[in-house]
C-alpha cells in the first residue's frame, strides 16, 4: 500500500499516449449527438462491449471508427482537455501527445481543424504538454509525406513526428524519406517498432529513421545484441503495460517482460498508449505492472526518472522535476 501511494503520488512524465485514444466512450457518444454523427452501437455500454481485441489490427478498426464523431476545432480540443486534466490528476508533470492527422484529413477535416484544438488545449493545460504528429503506416510514403508538408504552416505546434498504426508489413525502410524530410525540419523522431513487429524493425528505426526513443520495443529481448546496442545508446523504450495485454503481446501481465528489461539496462518508461481502450491511464499501468510482476520501490523510481531523461525537455526543466 506503501508502493501503491509512491506509484501513484511521483511526478512523472508521460511519453506514448494517443490522444485518439484518450476518447472514452462516453464523449464518443456525447460528440456524436453534437455532431449529428450516427454511430453502429446503439449505447455507451454496448461500445465498451466492443473492447474485446485479439491484435494490434482488431483494436484499430474500433480506434478509427471512434474518432469519426470528431469533426470541429472544439471536438479536438475536448478531447485533449479532458485528458490533460485526467493526467494531472495522476501526477503527470509532462506529456508527450501523439496525434494521426491522417485519420482525420481522410474524412475531409482540414489539419488546420485538428492541430489548433489539440495544440490550444496544450496551452491551456494544467501541466505541460507538446505534440508529435504521427503518420499512419499503412498509408503510402507519398500519404505521409504530403502530410508533413501540409502541417508545415503549423511548425510551431508540434516538437516532432513519429510512426504508429499496423506494423508487421510496414517496416521503418518505407519512411525513410519522409523522416530525413523531418529530420531536416529539426523535428524530434520516435516510431512504434517491436510491438508486434520483430527486432529487426527496431534495428531499421534506428539505423534507416534515425529515431531518438523507440515506442514499445518490447520484442527487442528477442536479440541479444540489439539489447546491448540499445542500453549502449541510452536509447528510451516507451512501454504500455495494459495495452500489450490487451492486444495479446503477452499473455497476461504476469508474462510481461517489463522487469526483464530493466534488468537488462534499458531506458523503459511507463505510458498509457490508448487509455480510454486498454483500461487506464498511466497510474492504472504502474499499478498493474507493480502488482503482477516482483517490481519495487527502487523501480518505481528508476521508471519515473526514466520518464523525465527520456523526454523531449530542456535540461534545466528535467531537473526541476527530477
Ligand atoms: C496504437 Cl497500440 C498502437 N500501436 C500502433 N498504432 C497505434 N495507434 C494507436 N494505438
Ligand atoms: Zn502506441
Redesign the pocket.
Known amino acids: 500500500e506503501e508502493l501503491r501511494r509512491t506509484l501513484t503520488a511521483m511526478p512523472k512524465a508521460e511519453l506514448h499516449i494517443?490522444i485518439e485514444?484518450s476518447l472514452e466512450p462516453e464523449l464518443i457518444f456525447e460528440l456524436a449527438q453534437r455532431n449529428g454523427v450516427s454511430l453502429p452501437y446503439p449505447s455507451v455500454e454496448a461500445l465498451r462491449q466492443a473492447y474485446a481485441f485479439s491484435d494490434?489490427q482488431s483494436?484499430?478498426d474500433i480506434?478509427y471508427a471512434g474518432a469519426s464523431v470528431l469533426l470541429t476545432e472544439q471536438d479536438f480540443y475536448d478531447m485533449t482537455a479532458a485528458y490533460l486534466q485526467r493526467a494531472a490528476a495522476d501526477n503527470v508533470r509532462h506529456a508527450e501527445l501523439f496525434f494521426?492527422p491522417q485519420t482525420h484529413t481522410a474524412r475531409g477535416i482540414a489539419i488546420e481543424t485538428v492541430i489548433n484544438g489539440i495544440w490550444r488545449a496544450c496551452q491551456d493545460s494544467p501541466v505541460s504538454a507538446s505534440l508529435i504528429l504521427c503518420f499512419l503506416r499503412h498509408l503510402s510514403e507519398e500519404e505521409a509525406i504530403a502530410t508533413l508538408e501540409d502541417a508545415i504552416p503549423y511548425r510551431d505546434k508540434f516538437i516532432g513526428v513519429g510512426l504508429?498504426?499496423s506494423?508487421v508489413g510496414h517496416p521503418p525502410e518505407k519512411f525513410a524519406r519522409v523522416f530525413e524530410r523531418a529530420r531536416n525540419l529539426g523535428l524530434h523522431l520516435v516510431a512504434?517498432a517491436g510491438?508486434e513487429g520483430p527486432p529487426a524493425y527496431i534495428e531499421s528505426a534506428l539505423d534507416v529513421l534515425n529515431v531518438e526513443r523507440i515506442d514499445h520495443g518490447v520484442r527487442c529481448l528477442e536479440d541479444p545484441a540489439l539489447v546491448a546496442r540499445l542500453v549502449r545508446e541510452h536509447m528510451a523504450l516507451t512501454v504500455?503495460p495494459l495495452?500489450n495485454i490487451k492486444?495479446r503481446v503477452f499473455d497476461v501481465m504476469g508474462q510481461h517482460n517489463l522487469r526483464r528489461l530493466l534488468d537488462a539496462g534499458l531506458a523503459v518508461t511507463v505510458n498509457s498508449?490508448?487509455p480510454a481502450y486498454f483500461g487506464g491511464y498511466v497510474n492504472d499501468n504502474y499499478l498493474a505492472a507493480f502488482e503482477a510482476l516482483p517490481l519495487d520501490a527502487s523501480h518505481a523510481r528508476q521508471l519515473a526518472r526514466n520518464s523525465f531523461n527520456a523526454a523531449f525537455l530542456e535540461p534545466e526543466q528535467k531537473r526541476a522535476w527530477l
Open positions: 494517443h485514444g494490434l483494436f484499430l480506434y494521426d504508429d498504426s506494423e512504434h510491438e504500455c495495452s492486444l498508449d490508448d
